[in-house]
């Protein structure tokens, strides 16, 4: 395992590889995280405030983007704990979540449903996956939601979805927990747009690693 403190709040090394070899920028944290998880939203200062030595203008919660030079990954400083995470992802997509970032994000539902609808570029991604498996195969589809955007979900002879969003699966999907998945040999993981959401990205994937016979991830 790589030796990776994930008990800092802000990050002082790289949350992928544990390299301390970073380049920082000065950055704002996404409005709509920070409403959800922290209850803190844009203000505008004016001389109503009667600051003496801060400017008049628009404020944002400030944090910094980091660059790791050894692996290439940009992320942010700060580190959710599992309470906070919790805030951010409950009804993950849902209508309350979904209603507050279009506050933030016009537009973002629009988004959100073309989401559900389901990618329109899966039969490229099974063209590209498929030499490397041999069928019939057993799935897994980790934070994927419904499995719509599971590739294979047709050519299966076991299809697994494990999410914090609990929503009713896909017909011929089965929803399991983390005990199940960890007593289940897969062919295939799927980790599509989700490593991203992950605060040690590494250590997740070589914990899945250990759950597959032969593997393939999509990050």
């Known amino acids: 395992m790589l030796s990776i403190d994930s008990q800092q709040r802000i990050a002082s090394a790289c949350v992928c590889c544990g390299s301390d070899h970073l380049s920082r920028s ?3 944290l996404m409005p709509f995280v ?16 009667g600051l003496k030595t801060i400017q008049n203008g628009h404020a944002y919660s400030i944090c910094t983007s980091l660059l790791c030079k050894d692996c290439g990954l940009l992320f942010l400083d700060m580190r959710f704990s599992d309470a906070e995470l919790g805030k951010l992802y409950s009804d993950y997509r849902g209508k309350e979540y979904s209603e507050l970032r279009e506050q933030f994000e016009p537009g973002y539902i629009s988004r959100n449903n073309f989401l559900n609808e389901g990618v329109p570029f899966l039969k490229q991604v099974e063209a590209w996956i498929r030499p490397h498996l041999q069928f019939s ?6 934070g994927g939601d419904t499995g719509t955007n599971m590739p294979f979900k047709n050519e299966n002879c076991l299809f697994h979805i494990y999410d914090i969003s609990h929503k009713p699966v896909m017909e011929g999907a089965i929803a399991v927990d983390a005990a199940t998945v960890a007593q289940t040999q897969y062919q295939l993981i799927i980790c599509s747009q989700v490593l991203e959401h992950i ?19 999509i990050y």
Do not use: K, N
Not at 37 to 47: G, L, M, N
């Open 26 to 28: 000065p950055a704002i």
């Open 199 to 217: 605060l040690y990205p590494a250590q997740v994937i070589e914990s899945r690693i250990s759950y597959v016979s032969r593997y393939t991830f």
């Open 34 to 49: 920070a409403a959800r998880v922290f209850d803190w939203y844009p203000v505008v200062i004016d001389e109503s405030w």
């Open 137 to 142: 195969i057993v799935l897994l589809d980790w």
